[in-house]
Structure formats: C-alpha cells, structure tokens
C-alpha cells in the first residue's frame, strides 16, 4: 500500500512521456485489488506509449490492460488485449515478456477446458526462459505452478506436487508472496483430494495469509473456496457453508465471474447434502448461465453434469437427460466413455416409458436394469459405429463449410457488382447531361468561328480564347471520362491505402452534381479540410458514397410524389469532421426519412422500402459490408417526412 501511494504521488507530478513508467507500475501493484482502475491507469498509458513511439512501453500498458480484464474474471476480453500484447513483444526480442504473454493466454485456455492448448502452452513459455537463464523470473514460477494445474485436472496428482513443489520452492527463495500463495493453495487441495488432511488445511491456512498480506483478492477467494471444500469434506458443514459465503462476498465486491461461478458450485454440493435441493439447483443455474457467457467450458461441462445428476436424484428424468446431453456434446471430443454409457441408460429409460405407456417408467428399476444387461452389447458396437459415423460427418462439414465460404464470397463480388452497374444506371442520364454540355460549347464555338471566318473578321485574340474555352470543356469531359472509368473499374477485393476522404467525395460530385441540380435537389457541402486520412479503398468509398447520395435524391423524390408539391427544392447536405482521431461523414436529406422500425432492418440484404422497379434492396447492404472491411461505422438518424441522417465513421491513420 505505501509503495502504491509513492506511485500516485509521483503520477500526479508527472507530465507526458514520463508518467508512462509510473502509469505501468501502478497498474502492475493494484491489478489485484483494483482492476478497473488497472485498466483506466493501463489504457492511458497505452495511448501516451503510441504517441511518443515508446515500443516496450506500449506492449506492457496493452499486456496490462489485459491483466486488468483476467482479475475482473472478463477472460474474453483479457485474451484479446493477450492477443494484441504479443506481437509487439516480439517486436522488441524480449524473451522473458514474450514468455509471459504466452503463460496468461495459456492460463485462459485452461479456465476454458482447452487443456492440450494450455499445457502446450505453458511448456513453451518455460522453454523459452530456460534457453535465456530466466529460471528464477516470476514467469517461470508461475509457469511451473500451472504445469501443476495441467496435471491436477488430470489427476496426475504426483506430476502435479512435482511442479507445484519447485515452483514454491522457488517463489519463496525470492520471497514471491504471489507464487508463493498460489503454490501453497494448490498443493493443500492435492492434499485434501488425497484425504491427507491435516498437510491440506496446513497449506491452505499458509496460502490464505500470503494472499491476504498482498491483497490478492482472487487469491482470497481461491482460498477460502479451497477452506470450505475441506471442511466440507470432513463434514462440517456449516463451516463449509460460512467459508463458502465469506469468498462469495469477496467475489461479488470483486465481480470475479471465474470464482462466482466455482463458488454457486459449493453451495450447490453443500444444499444437496442438506438435502435442499431448490436452493442447490438455483446455485447451479446461476453458474452456467455465467459459464455460458464467458465462455468457461471447463467449467461449464463439470456444471452440466452435476445438474444432470441432481436432476436424477430427483427423478426428473427428462431434465437429467437434457443436461445429460449438454455435458456429452461438450465433453465428447475426450471420449468420456462413462458419459456416454450414462446417457444411453436414461435414452433406454425414455423408450421403455414411451413403450408402456400405462406404467409409470420411475417405479420400473428392474426393467431397466434388465435393459441394460441385454444391450450392453449393442451400446457398445453402437458407439463404435457413432464414432466412425461422426467422423465421416466431420470431415464432411469442413467440406461443405469450405466450399459455403467459397459460395459466399462469389456471391458477394456478383452482389457488389449488380450494386455498381445499378449506380451506373441511375447516372447515365446525368453523366450524358455533364458530358453534353461542354461538347455543345465546343459546337457553338466552331460554328462562330466558321461563320467570322467567312466574313473576315476572325482576329487572333478571339481565336485564341475560343481555343481555351474549348481547352477547358476538353479537361472536363476528359475528367468525367476518367472518373467513369475508376468508379466502373472491377475489383475483387478491397485495397488498402491512404485515402483522403474530402478529394473522393469531390470526384463523385463531380459524376451527378448536374443531374442534381436538373431534378431540383441542391448539394451543399461542408467540409473539413483538417479531418485527415482514412485507411481503404478510394473507389469503394465513391460507391457508397454513389449509393446513399442516390438513396436520398429518392427519398427527396418520393415526398414530392406524395406531397404533390413537385415544385419543392430538395436539399442534400455532406458534412465532414474529425473528433477523436475518428472521422465522420454525414450525409442528409430533406426526404421522406426512414420509419423508426424499419431502421434496424435497413443494412439486411434484400431488404428495401422502395417500389421494386426502383431497388433491389442490395445498396446498403453492399454499403454496410464496404465499411465494415475498412474497420469503420455506420448508423442512421431520422425523423419519418422530416430527415435523414447517413452517419459513416472511419478511423483516421
């Protein structure tokens, strides 16, 4: 706490670049005890690290933030700030951080079951500090306590004191309270599995304090969860339930979701021996719904379960087989032979009582176990055969999603291209006005020429402005010519490139501006010359820009229709800004608007409010999926027969 407050001191008398180092520490100290302020102290570090071009700095703040998440108990979002932290690691050779990283992805990966991914994992990063003789970092004695873990889930119990065991070792040499109180916690529960209890509660009791002398409020919780199964298994059950309510309490505060969900699991197992069975199924609930939402298969498949056989207990036999099924499908890629077994006996149970319908099928236990005997064979062939079946199945899906996705982005390049030739419909006539109009220029001008020619008054000095009058309508039909040809161009894909946003809206003004005016809707413009770059494909941007210009000239059309007010001038009006490094383009009209609830429906494929002579319904679906690839926004605002508002967003490079 002392050296936090240091910390904060210094932060408030420090000014750019140099609150970096501080901002770390600080979020570093109270990652435990205060994450969300980790992640507040982590994020603006971030930003001054990125400005200033300060490599290390800016991996650890990203690294940090994600630590901020993983103690929330957000392992989602902890892996996605991991998943950004690592590149810029490696970018700076940093073996013993690049470890690091690797240790908390595979941290999440074991919280989520993916047990082989994580002991991989976790290997790797050891590894990788024993080649550069980091053996007594704290990398590595984390690393050698969750190689533990591995092998504690899979009751390799003598694998898992080894590592547990050198990785306390080794924290205590270096007085690591944090390893040290990890280390001591899990080698108690090996303990308490093993029925040793007495070394099971001593090692508990020693995690508990370490924990609690750093304020490691996970660690607490881990703790105390870890106290109440003790006493749970020596059946002191109210001291189970009170330790079990002390961590649910700390969780809470916390809003450690991992630990939530492993707590309602106690409770659960607590109720069932105090044969309060509502209450032992509404903590169970509360976990997986939980579970579910982060993700936490591990988790997830052992609640499932427990359900499952609690819903039995009871003799709910549909409930049990629904959970049942839940836990198969989840578990079924490590062959858990005692599962399937089990959910074909509650299979076999159904298909009696739907055969003997006039007997009741729970007061049947010998039928079943008749049953069971006599297709104890058949189960067993008929699960090899599932086996082989699913595999074919397998194999045969990735076929289909293959060629699915190959489908799909044919039909998004035939969609974008029907979007384009409509556009290109829709602004020939316009595109003809704009081209005839210098061209009637150059026509009128010969013919005067000829006609001074013949009555000799052609003098030099109007023949030499005729000739840059006619210069000038050739650049600008030569202009309009070249822009037809990029906006028609056919791409596959889209390229990424600085664009400047203002120079693009400009050039696709320049294909309708006209045709506009001619349909009495006036085009204003307000833009910000400031905004910046964007990052994407100039000549897609025109095409959205042609697609939603073209949806309000009919929106402005269709109120005049039905308004009978034809003579009303429509107005359009583009405004460009830049706010927060992001830059936005709106464009507005004055037309009929979009009903409120349709705006939600407006983006989906095919979907259009349009007469069908007039859309198809593809544009703003096209538009939408445009930017999107440039990693932008789009939103509407609008109020029905008053406005409409196109709101894009781009990130400014």
Not at 117 to 137: D, M, P, R, V
Not at 306 to 329: D, R, V, W
Request: hydrophobic share 35%; glycine share 4%.
């Amino acid at each position: 706490m002392k050296n936090i407050n240091v910390l904060r001191e210094k932060l408030k008398k420090s000014t750019g670049k140099k609150r970096v180092p501080l901002l770390i520490n600080l979020a570093f100290e109270i990652m435990y005890s205060e994450p969300d302020k980790c992640i507040q102290y982590s994020r603006e570090a971030s930003k001054i690290a990125k400005k200033f071009e300060m490599k290390m700095e800016l991996a650890f703040a990203i690294m940090h933030i994600g630590l901020g998440y993983f103690h929330k108990g957000y392992l989602n979002q902890a892996m996605q700030f991991y998943n950004k932290a690592y590149p810029h690691f490696l970018k700076i050779n940093n073996p013993e951080w690049t470890s690091q990283i690797k240790s908390n992805m595979a941290i999440i990966y074991r919280l989520q079951g993916k047990l082989d991914l994580a002991q991989k994992t976790f290997y790797n990063a050891c590894k990788l500090l024993e080649k550069s003789g980091k053996i007594k970092s704290l990398n590595y004695i984390n690393s050698l306590n969750n190689l533990g873990i591995i092998y504690d889930i899979s009751e390799k119990y003598d694998k898992a004191l080894e590592y547990y065991n050198k990785s306390l070792k080794l924290a205590e040499n270096i007085q690591f309270d944090y390893g040290s109180g990890n280390a001591s916690n899990n080698i108690g529960n090996v303990y308490l599995k093993l029925r040793k209890y007495e070394k099971a509660i001593n090692y508990l009791n020693i995690s508990y304090k370490y924990k609690k002398k750093i304020n490691n409020k996970k660690g607490m919780i881990s703790s105390l969860i870890a106290i109440s199964n003790f006493y749970s298994k020596i059946s002191e059950k109210d001291k189970a339930l009170h330790y079990a309510k002390l961590a649910l309490e700390i969780s809470d505060n916390f809003k450690d979701n991992g630990s939530i969900i492993i707590i309602n699991s106690r409770f659960a197992e607590i109720y069932i021996d105090q044969r309060q069975f509502d209450l032992a199924i509404n903590s169970l609930k509360k976990a997986i719904k939980i579970a579910k939402k982060e993700d936490i298969n591990e988790k997830l498949i052992s609640l499932y379960l427990q359900l499952s056989n609690l819903y039995e207990k009871q003799k709910e036999i549909p409930k049990a087989l629904e959970y049942h099924k839940l836990f198969t499908e989840l578990t079924f890629k490590y062959n858990n032979a005692e599962s399937a077994k089990k959910i074909s006996e509650i299979e076999v149970m159904l298909e009696t009582e739907q055969k003997e319908r006039k007997i009741e099928f729970l007061q049947k236990e010998k039928i079943i176990k008749d049953l069971q005997i006599k297709a104890k064979e058949e189960e067993l062939i008929k699960k090899k055969n599932k086996e082989i079946e699913i595999n074919k199945m397998n194999k045969l899906l990735e076929q289909r999603v293959r060629e699915e996705l190959k489908k799909r982005e044919e039909q998004q390049l035939l969609l974008a291209r029907k979007s384009k030739l409509e556009s290109l419909g829709k602004l020939a006539a316009g595109i003809a006005h704009e081209i005839n109009q210098p061209i009637t220029h150059i026509s009128l001008g010969v013919g005067n020429i000829l006609v001074r020619q013949k009555m000799n008054k052609l003098e030099d000095e109007y023949l030499i402005e005729k000739c840059n009058n006619f210069y000038e309508d050739i650049k600008r039909v030569n202009k309009i010519i070249n822009q037809i040809k990029i906006f028609s161009r056919d791409r596959k894909s889209i390229i990424f490139k600085k664009i400047d946003v203002n120079e693009t809206i400009n050039n696709t003004l320049l294909l309708i501006k006209t045709q506009y005016e001619n349909h009495r809707i006036k085009l204003e413009t307000n833009l910000d010359e400031n905004i910046g770059n964007a990052l994407g494909d100039k000549y897609k941007l025109e095409q959205v820009i042609i697609n939603l210009l073209g949806n309000a000239r009919d929106a402005i059309e269709s109120k005049r229709n039905d308004s009978d007010k034809t003579s009303n001038m429509g107005k359009i009006k583009i405004v460009t800004y830049n706010k927060k490094n992001k830059i936005y383009i709106d464009i507005t009209d004055n037309g009929t608007g979009i009903p409120e609830d349709k705006i939600d429906k407006i983006f989906d494929p095919f979907y259009t409010t349009k007469d069908p002579e007039k859309g198809t319904g593809l544009g703003l679906s096209i538009v939408y999926g445009i930017i999107q690839e440039m990693n932008g926004e789009i939103s509407i605002q609008s109020k029905l027969n008053e406005f409409a508002t196109i709101k894009i967003t781009l990130p400014e490079v």
